[in-house]
């Protein structure tokens, strides 16, 4: 398990990169993991970030690449 510091906090990972806590997330973590990938998050970015986070809030599974193509047309 690797971490990561946002803000000086102290954000666990797993071992493929992803939060060990959810409740870990925020838009700051979220700059923090594109900017170590070699991207900036634009508009287009964060409506496909909320929409992913929405359907999970509310379906607690994550959502199907193909269907989130779907609904944002």
């Not at 803000?7 to 990169?17: Q, R």
């Not at 170590?36 to 359907?55: C, K, P, S």
């Not at 193909?66 to 609904?71: D, L, M, P, T």
Request: aromatic share 6%; with cysteine; glycine share 6%.
């Amino acid at each position: 398990m690797s971490q990561l510091v946002v803000n000086g906090n102290n954000i666990s990972l797993t071992a493929n990169g992803r939060l060990a806590n959810l409740a870990d997330w925020s838009p700051d973590l979220a700059e923090a993991i594109a900017k170590d990938e070699g991207l900036v998050l634009t508009d287009a970015h964060w409506d496909t970030i909320n929409l992913m986070r929405d359907y999970y809030a509310t379906y607690n599974i994550p959502q199907i690449g193909r269907a989130s193509c779907r609904e944002r047309v």
